[in-house]
T-cell receptor, first 112, second 114 residues
Framework: KQEVTQIPAALSVPEGENLVLNCSFT??????LQWFRQDPGKGLTSLLL?????REQTSGRLNASLDKSSGRSTLYIAASQPGDSATYLC???????????FGGGTRLMVKP | DTAVSQTPKYLVTQMGNDKSIKCEQN?????MYWYKQDSKKFLKIMFS???????INETVPNRFSPKSPDKAHLNLHINSLELGDSAVYFC?????????????FGPGTRLTVL
């Protein structure tokens, strides 16, 4: 059974810092991996989706990498801003392509 | 022009009651999902429907019964509510056709059972 772990569980950084969020999964037979953002009391916003054949994806200040063989993904946030404060969730899709398994999330606080 | 919508946003009810949560998507997707986010913020899939057919049912008590009247709607009915059912329930949708696309999530329904 797939298990997804995110480290750290919480992170507090001063504005402007570059930071890395980590995600690991136990079963490397995945279809793809998706990073989400969740603001308090709100739904999930998709940030980046990496197909299993890809190594990384970039969107603005966000860069996500995927190393399928080692069961790892990282989300890199450049020049963090207070508006980046949220919970970041990593989720992997099974090979059938129909099921997301989520990690526990990393709660990020960027201080002005 | 909301993509995935859920009603109600908040639901407070007594133990033992029966309640429903509705979900609608206007993205033309053919697959819809229900997720539960517990008090520890852990998100877990409950059900998945593709073209109105149940695809995934992840060890959810049979007090929970999803119903999909058409591809754009997936409702969740819960019988005999228990305290442990208190959580945020998220609906999501995606397009299948052999290639996985992104899942788009609704805003969530916060259910509180007293």
């Amino acid at each position: 059974k797939q298990e997804v772990t995110q480290i750290p569980a919480a992170l507090s950084v001063p504005e402007g810092e570059n930071l890395v969020l980590n995600c690991s999964f136990t079963d490397s037979a995945i279809y793809n991996l998706q990073w989400f953002r969740q603001d308090p009391g709100k739904g999930l916003t998709s940030l980046l989706l990496i197909q299993s054949s890809q190594r990384e994806q970039t969107s603005g200040r966000l860069n996500a990498s995927l190393d399928k063989s080692s069961g790892r993904s990282t989300l890199y946030i450049a020049a963090s801003q207070p508006g980046d404060s949220a919970t970041y969730l990593c989720a992997v899709v099974n090979n059938a392509g129909n099921m997301l398994t989520f990690g526990g999330g990393t709660r990020l606080m960027v201080k002005p | 022009d909301t993509a995935v919508s859920q009603t109600p946003k908040y639901l407070v009810t007594q133990m033992g009651n029966d309640k429903s949560i509705k979900c609608e998507q206007n993205l033309g997707h053919d697959t819809m999902y229900w997720y539960k986010q517990d008090s520890k913020k852990f998100l877990k899939i409950m059900f998945s429907y593709n073209n109105k057919e149940l695809i995934i049912n992840e060890t959810v008590p049979n007090r929970f019964s999803p119903k999909s009247p058409d591809k754009a709607h997936l409702n969740l009915h819960i019988n005999s509510l228990e305290l442990g059912d208190s959580a945020v329930y998220f609906c999501a949708s995606s397009l299948s056709s052999g290639t996985y696309n992104e899942q788009f999530f609704g805003p969530g329904t916060r259910l509180t059972v007293l």
